[in-house]
């Protein structure tokens, strides 16, 4: 009976798993639609506003979008490669991480907010 | 007093930072000359030190976006007395009002401001909450004594000092309302930077939107500023191009600044009618003048200076180094 009852325990994890992100990432893109969309698109092939289309930037090299004219403190971190753990410590605090940086003091204070913003951009580029 | 109303008494530090203002190390343009302050006081970690108005008795009224304060620098000794605007503050934009106080659009809080000039008391008068996280950006007054501002995620609002009644309506084509002026005829403008558009607040009574198309697609206009004649002179982020309108014909004017890659983030006209603007990819402070159609460059003497506003009196640009920590005045007519 415990054993049965274990594993469906580990059977239901993966799922409730998925499911928390699926939440997670709902909640992200409502953050994201309040606190970043002014400036930024998240859909491939949108054109970049005052910010670059974040489509597909868990992946990407910073400063790696070709058709957007970046702050030079970015330009010059070329090479680095933008993952998740990364893009939370960014929106902590975004010109700590990049002074001088052109966007501005735009950090999310939450960090339950950071990571389902970073979760949306991860569902939204495809990666899992 | 309303509901609404907070009186937040969380003071007045008079952290007095008493740094010599520096001189410009490059050479500048005959008739000018440049001067920064230190914006940091002790304790005061990253300031954010950005927009930037004339308090009325000599001193400059800034705002510290990092660390959440409003600041009052003395131009003669760059001594600093601080105003800690509460938990969580943010604050974007300052102008001086008819009262002579200050008044802040206070992101953080995603509240209305104003600081007492005299015993700098705060009060807060939050935006409705329907209107959370609006991201409160610039105000101005109108000729009634009213104040109306921007916030980027699509609204735009009025607040009545006299009887704190404030309303908030959604901006016609949502996110974008940043930089909101007031013509010396007294019609209000604001420009959307998501948007890309100008728009003008056509009926003060009901706040009623005409929105003028520029001439430029996609142009990222994030500053609106009025010349003696009420031409509206726009800084425009994503084209890198000063434009104008003028409201009388309808007519417009492109420039596009020098350099390779300009991006222009705010504009300032002095009463002169001479036009200063930043330019964050030449690092530089640029006046225009609109006669000879020339630019003067002023650049920082230090990298991502990141000018957000200019604002101003006869004879003094001032604007405030966000990427710096500094305050930075040009004298001119020298």
């Given at each position: 009976?415990?054993?049965?009852?274990?594993?469906?325990?580990?059977?239901?994890?993966?799922?409730?798993?998925?499911?928390?992100?699926?939440?997670?990432?709902?909640?992200?893109?409502?953050?994201?639609?309040?606190r970043?969309?002014?400036?930024?698109?998240?859909?491939?092939?949108?054109p970049?506003?005052?910010?670059?289309?974040?489509?597909?930037?868990?992946?990407?090299?910073?400063?790696?979008?070709?058709?957007?004219?970046?702050?030079?403190?970015?330009?010059g971190?070329?090479?680095?490669?933008?993952?998740?753990?990364?893009?939370?410590?960014?929106?902590?605090?975004?010109?700590?991480?990049?002074?001088?940086?052109?966007?501005?003091?735009?950090?999310?204070?939450?960090?339950?907010?950071r990571?389902?913003?970073?979760?949306?951009?991860?569902r939204?580029?495809?990666?899992? | 007093?309303?509901?609404?109303?907070?009186?937040?008494?969380?003071?007045?530090?008079?952290?007095?930072?008493?740094?010599?203002?520096?001189?410009?190390?490059?050479?500048?343009?005959?008739?000018?000359?440049?001067?920064?302050?230190?914006?940091?006081?002790?304790?005061?970690?990253?300031?954010?030190s950005?927009?930037?108005?004339?308090?009325?008795?000599?001193?400059?009224?800034?705002?510290?976006?990092?660390?959440?304060?409003?600041?009052?620098?003395d131009p003669k000794?760059?001594a600093?007395?601080?105003?800690?605007?509460?938990?969580?503050?943010?604050?974007?934009g300052?102008?001086?009002?008819?009262?002579?106080?200050?008044?802040?659009?206070?992101?953080?809080?995603n509240?209305?401001?104003?600081?007492?000039?005299?015993?700098?008391?705060?009060?807060?008068?939050?935006?409705?909450?329907?209107?959370?996280?609006?991201?409160?950006?610039?105000?101005?007054?109108?000729?009634?004594?009213?104040?109306?501002?921007?916030?980027?995620?699509?609204?735009?609002?009025?607040?009545?000092?006299?009887?704190?009644?404030?309303?908030?309506w959604?901006?016609?084509?949502?996110?974008?309302?940043?930089?909101?002026?007031?013509?010396?005829?007294?019609?209000?403008?604001?420009?959307?930077?998501?948007?890309?558009?100008?728009?003008?607040?056509?009926?003060?009574?009901?706040?009623?939107?005409?929105?003028?198309?520029p001439?430029?697609?996609?142009?990222?206009?994030?500053r609106?500023w009025?010349?003696?004649q009420g031409?509206?002179?726009?800084?425009?982020?994503?084209?890198?191009?000063?434009?104008?309108?003028?409201?009388?014909?309808?007519?417009?004017?492109?420039?596009?600044?020098?350099?390779?890659?300009?991006?222009?983030?705010?504009?300032?006209?002095?009463?002169?009618?001479?036009?200063?603007?930043?330019?964050?990819?030449?690092?530089?402070?640029?006046?225009?003048?609109?006669?000879?159609?020339?630019?003067?460059?002023?650049?920082?003497d230090?990298?991502?200076?990141?000018?957000?506003?200019?604002?101003?009196?006869?004879?003094?640009?001032?604007?405030?180094?966000?990427?710096?920590?500094?305050?930075?005045?040009?004298?001119?007519?020298?």
């Amino acid at each position: 009976m415990i054993r049965l009852a274990l594993l469906a325990l580990l059977l239901a994890a993966p799922v409730q798993g998925e499911a928390q992100g699926e939440v997670k990432a709902e909640n992200g893109a409502a953050i994201f639609a309040a606190r970043c969309a002014s400036c930024h698109a998240a859909e491939a092939g949108a054109p970049p506003g005052p910010g670059p289309n974040l489509a597909g930037v868990i992946g990407r090299q910073v400063g790696g979008d070709p058709g957007f004219d970046y702050s030079p403190v970015l330009r010059g971190a070329a090479g680095q490669v933008w993952d998740a753990p990364m893009l939370e410590r960014f929106l902590e605090d975004p010109e700590e991480m990049f002074p001088g940086l052109w966007m501005g003091d735009n950090g999310l204070r939450a960090a339950a907010d950071r990571a389902a913003v970073v979760q949306f951009l991860r569902r939204g580029a495809g990666a899992r | 007093m309303r509901r609404r109303t907070l009186l937040a008494l969380t003071g007045t530090a008079l952290a007095a930072s008493h740094a010599p203002p520096g001189q410009a190390a490059a050479p500048v343009p005959p008739g000018y000359r440049v001067t920064w302050y230190d914006a940091r006081t002790p304790g005061s970690g990253r300031v954010g030190s950005r927009d930037v108005t004339a308090a009325g008795d000599g001193t400059m009224w800034f705002c510290g976006q990092r660390n959440g304060t409003l600041n009052r620098l003395d131009p003669k000794d760059g001594a600093i007395r601080v105003v800690n605007l509460g938990p969580g503050a943010a604050p974007h934009g300052v102008i001086r009002g008819p009262d002579g106080a200050a008044w802040v659009t206070e992101g953080g809080q995603n509240a209305i401001a104003r600081v007492d000039p005299a015993d700098h008391r705060v009060r807060l008068w939050p935006l409705p909450e329907r209107f959370a996280n609006a991201n409160l950006n610039t105000g101005v007054f109108d000729p009634a004594g009213r104040y109306w501002f921007t916030g980027q995620n699509g609204i735009y609002g009025r607040f009545e000092p006299r009887t704190e009644r404030m309303d908030v309506w959604e901006a016609p084509r949502g996110r974008g309302p940043y930089g909101i002026t007031r013509t010396p005829q007294g019609t209000l403008w604001y420009v959307s930077l998501a948007g890309s558009h100008l728009a003008q607040i056509e009926d003060l009574a009901t706040g009623r939107v005409r929105i003028v198309e520029p001439p430029t697609p996609n142009q990222g206009a994030r500053r609106v500023w009025s010349d003696r004649q009420g031409r509206l002179w726009i800084s425009e982020w994503n084209s890198g191009n000063v434009s104008m309108h003028d409201p009388r014909d309808g007519s417009w004017k492109v420039w596009r600044l020098p350099g390779e890659r300009p991006r222009a983030y705010s504009v300032w006209v002095d009463p002169a009618d001479k036009v200063w603007l930043t330019d964050f990819g030449a690092n530089a402070i640029l006046r225009f003048d609109p006669v000879t159609e020339q630019f003067l460059a002023f650049p920082s003497d230090r990298a991502s200076a990141n000018v957000r506003q200019m604002d101003g009196v006869d004879g003094q640009a001032w604007g405030g180094e966000s990427g710096t920590d500094r305050i930075i005045r040009i004298d001119y007519g020298l």
